[in-house]
């Protein structure tokens, strides 16, 4: 799972109840900033193992565009009619580069799909043999559950320790691709020396902690603690230096780093947004208050080999 990462969960009938429950639970307590949806084949409501049946948000057909993962909830026992079905759901999933996932019985349809050779899964001990006459190359467990980047399967009661385990794994790949990103950026931009007409130790110093911290923004208070000064003098130094004080010119700054990635154009908009801690329409309100073109518009203005606004 990378963060933040659109979640689809695949209801079919006789699913687990509780542990799409426990699994949604994890992602709407501990990681507020991740969608997610759920999903069936039509419109009707899908009967759960209790026998509660719960209508999903969208069709199979209407699978949100932007799903990273789908995760399989189903009952052991299903319609040859719903197999199939839902195995035309799950190549077309698997086509549009979307990691597959199940939770419990769930497993059986990704055996049916295919799994690589040696991949590793888990399962309740009932499913073993029905596993076992639908693949027999993969590495069967009855752990609570297994995960990979590309492949994660749980057993029910296994469902919010999986969640747990992906975001814990997600957020330190998101540090590190934070800190491989701000690096990137940084290297881009033109030194603090350069790049703002003063030579005043105290405000190279603090412009020098902004450029440190592009990602991760510091209060104001923090980076006067940094350069050893008071949050009120550092910002009168700024305003006679740099004719503003340090909170615009910080946020400038960062607006001038999104930019970069913004013109690379390999990282969805909302993506970069979300680096720079802003929803999307946020976001394009400063970057086209700043740069005086919106950030889609800068994008194709690159890809279109122009020269809007530099």
Partial sequence: ??????????????????????????????????????????????????????????????????????????????????????????????????????????????ARLGLEPGAQITAHPDLAEALRGLTRRVDISHVPFVWSPGLATARATGAAALMRHALAEARIAAAEDIARRAEVARSLLEPVEERYDTSHKTVLAG??????????????????????????????????????????????????????????GRRPMQEIARDFGMDSGHFSKTYLKQFGIAPSADRRSVIDGGNVNG
């Avoid at 000064?229 to 230096?241: I, K, M, N, P």
């Fill in 1 to 110: 799972m990378s963060t933040p990462a659109h979640v689809t969960f695949f209801l079919l009938p006789g699913f687990n109840l509780a542990a799409l429950g426990a699994a949604a639970g994890v992602l709407a307590e501990e990681a507020r900033h991740i969608p997610f949806t759920t999903m069936g084949l039509d419109g009707a409501p899908v009967s759960a193992s209790c026998g509660i049946a719960l209508r999903p948000d969208r069709r199979a057909e209407e699978m949100a565009a932007e799903t990273a993962i789908l995760i399989i909830l189903a009952g052991r026992d299903q319609e040859a009619e719903t197999v199939e079905a839902a195995l035309v759901v799950l190549r077309r999933a698997r086509r549009r580069g979307v990691v597959l996932w199940s939770i419990g019985a769930g497993v059986l349809l990704l």
């Fill in 207 to 264: 412009l020098s902690v902004m450029r440190e911290n592009l990602f991760q923004p510091l209060a104001v208070s923090a980076i006067a603690a940094r350069v050893q000064v008071s949050e009120r003098q550092l910002s009168r130094l700024f305003e006679r230096e740099l004719g503003d004080t340090p909170q615009p010119v910080y946020r400038a700054m960062r607006m001038e780093a999104a930019r970069v990635e913004v013109r690379d």
